[in-house]
């Protein structure tokens, strides 16, 4: 059972312009949202991440916004330079302190000059 | 701190044959994750474990599969016979306790003929 789903599965977006990917969950029991970035050839890494008692979180060019009643979240990314391509995966932790993350099923995201 | 290692970094080997897939956690992290990624199927979590102890194995595939956490700073993760299919890129990641944040190693790539 996939618990968080992710979209889209593949991403073009010109350089300076905004790159949204969206994801929706349904257990609710879910209580700490991170979103991991993976260059090829390498390990996802942290990103941003968001807790649901808050509606936005904003790292430099990376916001997260997140709609509790609707559960779901996005991941913004303003002015998409080149360097930012790469596969984005959203997840969900449940019970926060054990650690144990369900990952979407990731985005490729390719900036184009 | 040199962060999660994992050893090899590719391995090609042919059906029916054992595979054996180490890692190396951050020194103090009490989580550690084995993680499979394909196209198809993403980031799917196979095991983890909890201060060397085996929490969640559900997402072991088979009994091909095993996972062994002798102590704090080794792991290793086990395929016998393997088969095609098994083919793979194969993470490590660990975690300290409440931090939410996974590391990631590079990866083991692993291809069975």
């Known amino acids: 059972q996939q618990q968080v789903k992710q979209s889209p599965q593949s991403l073009i977006v010109q350089k300076g312009g905004i790159s949204i990917i969206n994801c929706a969950y349904e257990?609710?029991?879910?209580?700490?949202f991170p979103w991991y970035q993976q260059f090829p050839g390498k390990g996802p890494a942290l990103l941003i991440a968001?807790?649901?008692?808050?509606s936005e979180k904003k790292e430099g060019r990376f916001t997260i916004s997140f709609n509790k009643s609707a559960k779901q979240f996005s991941l913004h990314i303003m002015d998409s330079q080149p360097g930012d391509s790469a596969t984005y995966f959203c997840?969900?932790?449940?019970?926060?302190?054990?650690?144990?993350?369900?990952f979407g099923t990731g985005t490729r995201l390719t900036i184009i000059p | 701190d040199a962060g999660v290692i994992q050893s090899p970094r590719h391995e090609v080997t042919e059906m029916g044959q054992e595979v054996t897939l180490r890692c190396k956690p951050i020194?103090?992290?009490?989580?550690l994750f084995w993680y499979r990624q394909t196209m198809m199927r993403g980031l799917e979590l196979l095991i983890y474990f909890n201060n060397n102890v085996p929490i969640d194995d559900s997402g072991m595939p088979e009994d091909r599969f095993s996972a062994k956490m002798p102590n704090a700073s080794f792991s290793t993760l086990k395929i016998q016979p393997s088969e095609p299919r098994d083919s793979a890129v194969y993470f490590c990641a660990s975690a300290g306790v409440g931090t939410g944040e996974l590391f990631f190693g590079e990866g083991s790539r692993l291809t069975v003929l």
């Open positions: 968001i807790r649901p008692d808050v």
């Open positions: 020194s103090g992290h009490d989580y």
């Open positions: 257990n609710t029991a879910f209580d700490y």
């Open positions: 997840a969900a932790i449940s019970n926060f302190g054990n650690e144990k993350l369900t």
